[in-house]
Nanobody
Framework: QVQLVESGGGLVQTGGSLRLSCAAS????????MAWLRQAPGKEREFVAG????????YYADSVKGRFTISRVIAKNTIQLQMNNLKPEDTAVYYC????????????????WGQGTQVTVSS
């Protein structure tokens, strides 16, 4: 059984930075794909960034390219999302998801989910 635990959310001003972490436990192989998705009130869950569990092929939504960086911390079995130059429209609950269908922007392609962490960007 796979478990995902997110951490690192919080309140930050416009232009600030936050780093989210997703610690994974369980039986994971390199073909698993892990992603960060976010959900704002009244909106659907949307893809933010994703990466293979072995750290390969990072991919970003257009809205965060150049500002967010996803990476794998091998020693800690953790995926991190470094978020810079945050904007009020980045405010949402951020979830890490894990799936075995390869890179996907669809929330339905992810089987395992963390509990979510709130990110709030004030203007």
């Amino acid at each position: 059984q796979v478990q995902l635990v997110e951490s690192g959310g919080g309140l930050v001003q416009t232009g600030g930075s936050l780093r989210l972490s997703c610690a994974a436990s369980g039986r994971l192989t390199s073909n698993y794909y892990m992603a960060w998705l976010r959900q704002a009130p009244g909106k659907e869950r949307e893809f933010v960034a994703g990466i293979f569990w072995n750290g390969g092929s990072p991919y970003y939504a257009d809205s965060v390219k150049g500002r967010f960086t996803i990476s794998r911390v091998i020693a800690k079995n953790t995926i991190q999302l470094q978020m810079n130059n945050l904007k009020p429209e980045d405010t949402a609950v951020y979830y890490c998801g894990l799936g075995a269908r390869g890179p996907s922007m669809r929330a339905t392609d992810y089987t395992y989910w963390g509990q979510g962490t709130q990110v709030t960007v004030s203007s």
